[in-house]
């Protein structure tokens, strides 16, 4: 019986990291993948008996512990159609290796496998997210092209196949231009044998680091594995993470001293000279909060007009929540004093793990926090933000509840969330920001808000995650059911493992991520402002259950501008195409002033725009709607040249027209997605103006972006969304039949 554990053990304990081509084969036709008949010979004396057991033509490969590739060094030989042949083929590749002062362990004797399209087949153990694997076109073309595609495992043949369909090759797999199609369920076969449930991946996570199989030869009936190279990984430190399921009822109870905290304790805030604690208890006092406020001071005994207490365990009423506000050194010894009578802690101070130096000090940060009872948020962030609690760390926040809810790893980037957001129409049911995450992490606070009944829409900014297999759990059973979009932040960065596969270098952060938004149905997006575009979308348009985004009308004044953004929504994944005959000839016989071009684009010249001020345009939608129902109307005005146009000054042309779109979609009952685009030229009373503006949209229910681009991006978003949830319905639906 084929041990692979046995195999790796003794491959350790003799200090070879890599297993030879051999018994990777035979690791992978344990799993039911398809290899070449094949025997080691040490040397050309056996070649003849073993060619009388195997079918030719045969290929000889060098078997050696020092050769990667084994083509370049000329250690492969094909097409070999008889015993002497191989023989040749044999002292040929001694003479090679021997030149290259390469030891020889053996020779592999093989048959060659049907001629077909090469694919690679990769899995490597991510540091975030463990077991994932690839696929994409094989041999020499990985590097070149790299066109491959990625996935968490464990994958089932459904995500194998949105696999094959998202590379680029996809149309030479299908067989292009004549040539036989690949037989491609046994290419899908390959990669659950790899990457599923009881994949090699999978069962064997904590010994196989890295794993290529290029190439997979796939043909019309067959697809063989010719080549495997399996990295077997160092001693593992098990991560140990929890990814089991809560209940809903049980999570928010644990998070309520968080977001909604009867007492809050400031530690930190100054008798004499007032610090960034002490601003602190003046939000909380502006902003409305309602429950105790307990200063902790070691000498004072009163701060800011509320009396002060020494340490955090002898205040006069247990703490839900501690803003602490100290040099790094004196956090651990505050924390440990709160004894059991702390829920939360927020610490601000940096100078932990994320400087040199500081890495024990967090840990013993961690320590007291565990042993005092306490979760931390925190170190080396900015505080949180839950306005259905009373709860502040900047100036200028709205005390309105929205369903917005967001954490972010980055204190600076939290405020301008909070700021910026507001000012674009968000509604937040809270914002942490969670630092250097030594204890609470982007799980947590995930688990909390996809639990939140409040929260409708989650938003993070993320650096890197921890416990990844837990956080990929959580989306995935979450099934997209809130909207979530991550802004994620150092995907440039290659990854730092060793590049010994293929599958090793190709995995860069970016495609991981790529991976985890395809299979959970998450936003990724690049930038605060996408970010920010993205949360506004999902808050003011419900994603549709069913019929996904996929079409949208552009309607407004700007012919270039629309065009240039058909590109844009393209690239997003939105078609704007020209209408059917239909809509056209009943367009057509509106007779539309002259200037308008009734096509997809809709350019609208002002005169249009403002016809039965704003009747018209009115009209035009209606008539789209009811002949040929698009996903979405993108409205784009452009305002100085909408209100330098129309005579008498304070004129309301665009809220006439927004009244009129309104109408369509009442009418409708919601089924289009209307986003408006104000677009400005910068000047300050133009801008002041369309601030206004933007205020009256938002009252309708219009989300506005500035530019078409930026709507481009939000409406793209909520396609991938939609799309996901019907792809995932309908999987539901064939797996119950
Ligand atoms: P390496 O990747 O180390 O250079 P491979 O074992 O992948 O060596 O062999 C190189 C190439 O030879 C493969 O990409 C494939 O085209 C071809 N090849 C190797 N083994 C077989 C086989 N059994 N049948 C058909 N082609 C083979
Ligand atoms: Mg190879």
Redesign the pocket.
């Known amino acids: 019986m084929f041990d692979l554990k046995k195999i790796i053990e003794e491959a350790r304990r003799e200090g070879r990291g890599v297993l030879d ?1 051999g018994t990777g084969k035979q690791a992978l036709a344990a799993h039911g993948i398809a290899i ?1 008949q ?1 025997v080691i010979v040490s040397g050309a004396d056996g070649a003849a008996e073993v060619c009388g057991r195997l079918s030719g033509p045969f ?1 000889v ?1 060098a078997v050696s512990r020092d ?6 060094l000329g ?2 030989r ?1 097409f070999l159609q008889d015993a002497t042949a191989v023989e040749t083929a044999i002292e040929e590749i001694a003479t090679a290796l021997d030149a290259h002062g390469a030891r020889i362990d053996g020779y592999l004797i ?4 049907p ?1 077909g399209l ?1 694919l690679v087949i990769g899995g490597l153990v991510d540091p975030q997210f463990g077991p994932m694997i690839m696929v994409g076109l ?2 020499v073309f990985v590097e070149i092209f790299k066109d491959v595609a990625f996935r968490i495992c464990p994958i089932d043949a459904q995500d194998a196949a949105g696999m094959l369909d998202e590379l680029q090759a996809a149309p030479i797999l299908a067989g292009a231009r004549g040539e036989a199609p690949i037989n491609r369920q046994k290419v899908i076969d390959a990669l659950c044998a790899i990457g599923g449930k009881d994949g090699l991946l999978c069962s064997n996570a904590d010994d196989i680091s890295e794993l290529d199989i ?2 997979l ?1 796939a043909s019309a009936d067959t697809a ?1 594995a ?2 495997a190279r399996i990295v077997i990984s160092g001693p593992t430190e098990h991560s140990g993470e929890n990814t089991e399921a809560k209940s809903n009822v049980d999570v928010c109870a644990a998070f309520a001293p968080l977001f909604t905290p009867n007492t809050i304790a400031v530690v930190g805030a100054s008798a004499t000279k007032p610090n960034r604690a002490n601003v602190f208890m003046q939000q909380l006092r502006d902003f409305g909060f309602e429950g105790a406020i307990y200063p902790v001071h070691p000498t004072a005994s009163e701060i800011d007009g509320h009396p002060a207490f020494p340490s955090l365990g002898e205040t006069p009423e247990p703490i839900d929540y501690a803003y602490v506000a100290i040099p790094a050194a004196r956090v651990p010894d505050a924390i440990a004093s709160a004894n059991g009578r702390l829920r939360y802690a927020h610490i601000l101070a940096a100078g932990f793990a994320e400087t040199p130096g500081g890495e024990d000090l967090q840990t013993d940060l961690l320590a007291a926090a565990q042993k005092a009872g306490v979760r931390l948020l925190g170190p080396n962030c900015n505080g949180g933000y839950s306005p259905r609690g009373g709860l502040t760390f900047t100036h200028g926040a709205t005390n309105e509840v929205g369903g917005v809810g967001v954490f972010s790893q980055s204190g600076g980037l939290g405020i301008d969330i909070v700021r910026r957001g507001q000012e674009r129409g968000l509604r937040f049911s809270g914002l942490m920001t969670i630092g250097n995450c030594a204890d609470l992490g982007p799980s947590d606070l995930l688990e909390f808000y996809l639990a939140d009944p409040q929260t409708k829409v989650i938003g993070m900014y993320l650096e890197g995650v921890r416990e990844g297999r837990r956080f990929f759990e959580l989306l995935r059973r979450a099934n997209a059911k809130k909207p979530v979009v991550i802004l994620k932040g150092g995907r440039t960065e290659l990854g730092h493992r060793a590049a010994v596969s293929h599958t090793g270098v190709l995995a860069a952060d970016a495609r991981v991520w790529q991976a985890l938004s395809k299979q959970t149905g998450a936003v990724i997006v690049d930038d605060l402002e996408s970010f920010i575009d993205t949360l506004l979308a999902f808050q003011m348009l419900p994603p549709r259950a069913t019929n996904p985004t996929r079409r949208a009308v552009l309607f407004g004044n700007g012919g270039g501008t629309s065009v240039l953004a058909v590109d844009v929504f393209a690239d997003h994944g939105i078609e704007i195409t020209p209408f059917g005959d239909k809509t056209f000839a009943a367009l057509s016989a509106m007779n539309m002033p002259p200037g308008t071009s009734i096509a997809n684009p809709f350019d609208a010249p002002i005169g249009t725009l403002k016809q039965g001020e704003g009747a018209l345009c009115g009209q035009v939608m209606r008539t789209v709607q009811e002949i040929e129902p698009l996903g979405a109307f993108v409205l784009h005005f452009n305002l100085p040249v909408m209100w330098s146009h129309i005579d008498g000054g304070e004129n309301r042309i665009v809220e006439k027209l927004l009244d009129a779109a309104n109408e369509v979609r009442t009418a409708f009952c919601d089924q289009t997605h209307f986003l408006l685009v104000l677009r400005s030229d910068g000047r300050s009373d133009i801008d002041e103006r369309k601030r206004n503006c933007r205020r009256e949209a938002l009252a309708r229910g219009f989300p506005v972006f500035d530019e078409l681009t930026n709507a481009a991006k939000a409406l793209g978003a909520i396609g991938h969304h939609e799309n996901f949830h019907q792809n995932s319905r309908l999987s539901c639906l064939s797996s119950a039949n």
């Open positions: 081509e070449p094949g290929v490969k050769v990667v590739h084994k083509s370049d250690a492969v094909l093989e048959e060659m496998a001629a090469e094989g041999g290029n190439p030869i063989v010719v080549d």
